[in-house]
């Protein structure tokens, strides 16, 4: 493990910053480009997994384990979202026979 | 060093053929795959704990999640309808304005220090279970009231219902 631990040791701040960023870019694009739901849900999985690694970054960063927890509660609320998100996909495809989202905008002005 | 940005590659790498595979079962087998290098970088961070929840509960348990609900929603008939192309690159473009913004906002930053392990026990169970159950107790039985009720609503909402039925 030290080995492992010590190979890290030039990567500056910056370069976290930048892959989470670029990550949670390629995120957000996956929420504009896409018409599937899931793969649209996909996306937001990569959004918040991109700030995860962000938080242990900065963690390790400060010697402060406060922000690993958080990465902690993080998981434990993509775990609830995901259960419920996925539910209300298997009903919108019962109800509609599709998972087009172009089909929900009812609520759309 | 050169471990890092071989893995942030794959990272990125990944992360677009997660956006731009046609088929959602490829989707998903490419988002496994993107985890598998998130748990790479815990790895390097010596956020051990962090390495084995991200394995165990993004990989084996939500993604399954995902490929069971793509099996129970029969995607084979008809393939995605294709959006414009126009509102394709505006969607590349907003996204790439993003990442364009925060990497310029970087540099603002004076010289950036380069992260450093100085308590090598700081992602071990041990110390994060302290953490956890001192300062973080409340939230911790909170988040599992939150489970529970997302667990109670998941199976409401996918049931179907007896009268509409």
């Known amino acids: ?109 | 060093m050169s471990t890092f940005y071989f893995i942030a590659f794959l990272s990125i790498f990944f992360s677009i053929l997660v956006i731009s595979a046609k088929n959602p079962v490829h989707s998903i087998l490419y988002l496994i795959l993107t985890f598998f290098t998130f748990t790479v970088h815990y790895i390097l961070l010596n956020a051990q704990f962090l390495a084995i929840v991200n394995f165990i509960v993004y990989m084996g348990a939500i993604l399954v999640l995902f490929l069971y609900t793509l099996m129970l929603i029969n995607l084979n008939k008809e393939s995605e309808p294709v959006k414009p192309f126009m509102i394709k690159i505006a969607g590349v473009f907003g996204g790439g304005i993003l990442a364009v913004a925060i990497a310029s906002s970087l540099k603002l930053l004076a010289k950036s220090n380069p992260v450093v392990l100085q308590n090598p026990n700081l992602g071990l169970v041990k110390n994060l279970g302290k953490v956890l159950f001192n300062e973080f107790l409340l939230p911790f039985e909170v988040s599992s009231v939150l489970l529970l009720s997302a667990m109670v609503g998941a199976v409401l909402l996918a049931t179907k219902d007896p009268k509409t039925a």
């Open chain 1, 1 to 109: 493990m030290e080995s492992l631990t010590n190979t890290i040791h030039a990567v500056p701040l910056n370069h976290y910053i930048l892959l989470s960023a670029i990550i949670f870019s390629i995120g957000v694009m996956g929420v504009l480009i896409r018409r599937n739901a899931i793969v649209i849900f996909m996306s937001v999985e990569l959004m918040l997994n991109s700030v995860n690694l962000l938080l242990t970054a900065f963690s390790v960063y400060r010697g402060d384990a406060t922000g690993q927890v958080f990465v902690f509660f993080i998981m434990a609320l993509a775990a609830a979202e995901v259960a419920v998100g996925l539910a209300i996909i298997v009903m919108i495809y019962r109800n509609t026979n599709s998972i087009d989202i172009n089909v929900l905008n009812r609520l759309k002005w």
